[in-house]
């Protein structure tokens, strides 16, 4: 006789917060506050062009010279209280940080040596944890001195030689990048996301008005995650869920940060998961549920990251395509049951995933056209095989603005789509990625008005269309200075309860920025 069901708790988006952050990786407006990325990009330019004048210079002195450093002070006032549940909370309605970014260069014959990264401090709890890690960087936490890119390019003549950690960038839209995923991101505030390097052996082959490239990345470092801690993580309804692991809370903790991709567990516990999944019941006992994070085996081969790309110009056009194979940035979950004795052993992995990608963009009078797509096939049926997709135009005018006195005016729009070719199928896998693959049916749309050359005021939006979430940011960019620019931005968010905006109701912000560059 099957006995009653005990009554089912909710268990609440453990880190669903992130998810977003994998759309908003390539939103510059985004995180108009600072994109790292150009910076740096910016930052080692100038170094090249110091490089020339340096002669023979040392590699010391060379270091000097072409050192540049950025001072960052950000702050953030949240307009809501932050919710409280049964799990200790940081409910600051006031955060504040102070980064300081650096980049900087060397060239000793044909070896070019670089580096770049930031030392930070800031009043979130359970958000910093010390230095980088090497190699593999599996702690959520953010570095407080994050050493982002160190490696040498090795000038072979008909080819570049690159050998150590260095931020990967693949893809070719503006907004949002299916193809830009293989350098990990630190996600610990959404909205602020950074780009990390990833340790890689690159050869780069230019061939005409192509480029071939090839890369080898060992070590795989998942996306950091904000803290169980943090107000980005929403609750209601922990009660009775750590019973499901013996009661204790720092192990419950720790399974938090690992499903941080599972937002189907949001409206079913882990009872009703097997009973859904696998037809099963424990006859109303509570099993005893072990869990484990598989990362990938750098001592493997097998488990390492391998791309191949090609970028080209023709015809007025910007090309790309690519080929990767490697460890997929979204997680699945199996689970191997002992039915008799109640028992589950649930765990969390990267599975090895097949990708191909391509893209363009070209211009025609003031208008830009773009658009990708990713094609990804995972092994033996471990996750759903799928093809994420952009489409989207910029248009840039300064006449029309130059009539009302003002400077220029940028518009773009981008629609995000997804199509699922197979479902997760293998034995044992009960969670797809699905619910992490964000920008499956988004409208995308960012204006950005320069009224001066100096002040410029922007819009963001990201409307979920299948259930109506949004994101909207307005802001201004004053560069007061040649030197300091200053920032602010008004976040908010809305939407149904289950989505991922509508769970972050309660975190409407103003964000200001202050930066300093030597």
Known sequence: MKHPAPPRPRLVPPLAAWLLALVLTALPAAADEVD??????????????????????GAAAQFADNLDLTVRLRGAH????????????DTQDNIGELRLEYATSATVGRVRLATSGWLEAGNQQDTYAGVSRFFQDDNRRRNAWEINELYAVVDLGPADLTLGRKVLQNGISTLVSPANRYSPVDFNDPLDPRRLGVWQAALDVPVGDTTWTV????????????????????????????????????????????LHFFSSLTRVDMVSLFERFFGISFGGVTPDITTRYDLPDADDPDQWSYLARAKTSLGGFDLFASAFRGPSIYPVMRAELDQPAARVAITVEHPVADQLAGGFSTTWKELEFHGEALYSHTEEGKDDSYLHYVGGTTWSNQSWPARLGLHRLDLTAEYVGESITQHQNADGYFIS??????GRNDAVLRAELFLTQEFSLHYLADILLSNSARLHRVGTTWRMTDNLTWHTALELFDGPGTSYYGRWRDQDRVVTTLEYRF
């Open 433 to 438: 990625s699905r619910d992490a693959r964000l």
């Open 215 to 258: 890369a080898v990345m060992p070590y795989f470092t998942p996306p950091k995650t904000p803290s169980p801690e943090s107000r980005w993580v929403s609750g209601e309804a922990w009660g009775g869920v750590p019973g499901y692991f013996g009661n204790s809370q720092s192990q419950f903790d720790d399974f938090l940060e690992w």
């Open 78 to 89: 949240f307009l809501q209280t932050a919710g409280r549940d049964d799990l200790p909370k």
């Open 36 to 57: 790292l990325l150009q910076e740096l990009d910016a930052a080692m330019t100038a170094s090249a062009q110091k490089e020339q004048d340096t002669g023979e210079r």
